[in-house]
C-alpha cells in the first residue's frame, strides 16, 4: 500500500473559541461540539496516514458560561494517545513536537497528567521549549518554525499572527470555516481572504490541478455533513498539497562547459534522493515554468524566500549564483552548498561544510555521498544566529 504524502508530516491545528461574554454568541455549544468532534476525526484519520504533530503544552482554560474547553490542544492530545495502535508501521518518530514554556508543568490540567508523563518520557515526543520568553508570539514562532502546515480553527488575532508566520516561511495555511469566532478574526478572516481566486493560491499550493481557490470552497461545508464527510474532504486536500519546497541555485546555461555534468548530477543524485527519498519538490527558475510574478528576478527571491532548503551548486561562478546564495544564507534557510569536484571557487567551501560531488562512480557511489552530507549539515545552525537585544 502506497504512503500517504502526509506520512511524517507535521500538522499543527491551532485556534480557539470565545471567552468573553460579549463573543460567546458566536460560537455556541453546540457549534463548539461539532468543531471539537471534527478535530477528534481529523486527528485519529491523520494519525492513521501517518503524519506527526506539532502542539502546545499549557494550561486548558474554559468558558464560564458553560465550561467548553477554549482551546483543543488537549483534545488532540488525548486523541493521539488513545488512538496510537493506528499509527502506520515505520512512521518516523518523534511523532509529536510538544512546545511548552516555563509554567507548564504546573498548569497541565489534573486529568492529562498521565497522558502528558506518559508520552513526555518516550520517543514519540520531542519537546522544544520557549522557558525564556513569557510572550505568546514567542511561543508561536516555535511552533511555526517545527510545524509543517497549519490547520486553523476559530481563533483570534493569535491565530491570524500564527497565520503570517507559516505564510512568510512558505508554509501552508489551510482555514476552517467553522463558526468558532467573530467574522473579522482569526480562521474565519482567513477563510474569507481565501474566497477569492487571487488570494487562494497565497494560502497553499497543490500537486493535483485542483486549484487552491476549488478546494477553499469544497471545504466551506454545509452543517448538513457530519464530521466524517467533512474530514474525507479534509484528508483528500491535506495530501494534494505540495510538498515543502528546496529551492535550487545553480548553472543553467547549456553555452557553459560545466552545464552538462551538473544536469548529470542533479537528474540522477539530487532530484531522486530530494524528492524521492526526503519529501521535497525541488523548484528550479529557468524560464519554462509558469510565473507567479511579473519579473523573474521576483520570482526568484520570493520563492526563494519562502523555500524549506535550498540547495546551492557554485560550479560555474555565476554571479547571479552567488547573489541567491547569500540571500539564503542572510535569510539563515537550510542551505546545502555544493560544487563540482577539481573547481575552483572565489572562497572555500570546506569552512562551510560543503560537498564536493565527482562524475565518476556508480550512481548509488554518489547518492550515498550526498545523503551523508545531507545527514550532516541538516541541522546545522544559520551563520549569524538571532539573538535579543535583551535574553
Not at 501517518?50 to 492530545?77: H, M, Q, T, Y
Not at 476549488?214 to 505540495?242: C, G, H, Q, Y
Request: charged share 25%; aromatic share 8%; proline share 7%.
Amino acid at each position: 500500500m502506497a504512503r500517504s504524502p502526509l506520512f511524517g508530516r507535521r500538522i499543527h491545528i491551532a485556534g480557539s473559541i470565545p471567552s468573553k461574554e460579549e463573543e460567546e454568541k458566536y460560537a455556541s455549544a453546540e457549534e463548539v461540539g461539532h468543531a471539537r468532534q471534527l478535530v477528534e476525526v481529523l486527528v485519529k484519520e491523520l494519525l492513521r496516514k501517518g503524519a506527526n504533530f506539532v502542539i502546545p503544552v499549557d494550561a486548558e482554560k474554559s468558558r464560564k458560561s458553560d465550561g467548553l474547553p477554549i482551546c483543543f490542544d488537549w483534545l488532540v492530545w488525548d486523541t493521539i494517545q488513545k488512538n496510537l495502535a493506528s499509527r502506520p508501521t515505520g512512521a518516523p518518530n518523534p511523532l509529536i513536537i510538544a512546545v511548552k514554556h516555563h509554567k507548564n508543568e504546573e498548569q497541565i490540567p489534573e486529568q492529562y497528567q498521565h497522558l502528558w508523563d506518559t508520552l513526555r518520557g518516550s520517543d514519540l515526543v520531542q519537546i522544544e521549549s520557549a522557558v525564556h520568553w513569557n510572550m505568546n508570539s514567542k511561543r508561536m514562532e516555535v511552533q511555526a518554525r517545527c510545524g509543517d502546515i497549519l490547520i486553523a480553527v476559530g481563533g483570534g488575532e493569535g491565530v491570524l499572527f500564527l497565520a503570517n508566520l507559516y505564510h512568510d516561511a512558505g508554509k501552508p495555511v489551510i482555514p476552517l470555516n467553522l463558526k468558532l469566532c467573530p467574522p473579522n478574526t482569526g480562521a474565519q478572516r482567513i477563510f474569507e481572504y481565501g474566497l477569492s481566486s487571487s488570494h487562494a493560491r497565497r494560502l497553499f499550493q497543490t500537486e493535483s490541478g485542483i486549484s487552491p481557490h476549488t478546494w477553499i470552497n469544497r471545504i466551506d461545508f454545509p452543517n448538513r455533513k457530519d464530521a466524517t464527510e467533512r474530514v474525507r474532504d479534509m484528508t483528500a486536500l491535506l495530501e494534494d498539497i505540495s510538498p515543502p519546497k528546496a529551492f535550487v541555485v545553480r548553472l543553467l546555461n547549456p553555452a557553459i562547459p560545466d552545464y552538462s555534468d551538473i544536469q548529470n548530477f542533479f537528474d540522477s543524485v539530487v532530484q531522486p534522493v530530494v524528492e524521492d527519498e526526503l519529501g521535497y519538490k525541488l523548484t528550479v527558475i529557468d524560464g519554462n515554468q509558469a510565473y507567479d510574478y511579473a519579473r523573474i528576478d521576483e520570482e526568484i527571491f520570493a520563492k526563494l524566500h519562502r523555500s524549506s532548503v535550498v540547495i546551492a551548486d557554485i560550479t560555474g561562478c555565476r554571479p547571479n549564483c552567488f547573489l541567491e546564495l547569500g540571500y539564503a544564507l542572510g535569510r539563515g534557510l537550510p542551505t546545502m552548498l555544493l560544487a563540482k569536484d577539481g573547481t575552483d571557487h572565489p572562497f572555500d567551501i570546506n569552512s562551510f561544510s560543503g560537498h564536493h560531488w565527482k562524475t565518476t562512480g556508480t550512481v548509488e557511489e554518489r547518492r550515498k555521498d550526498f545523503r551523508k552530507h545531507w545527514e550532516a549539515i541538516k541541522n546545522r545552525p544559520p551563520l549569524v544566529p538571532t539573538e535579543p537585544l535583551i535574553p
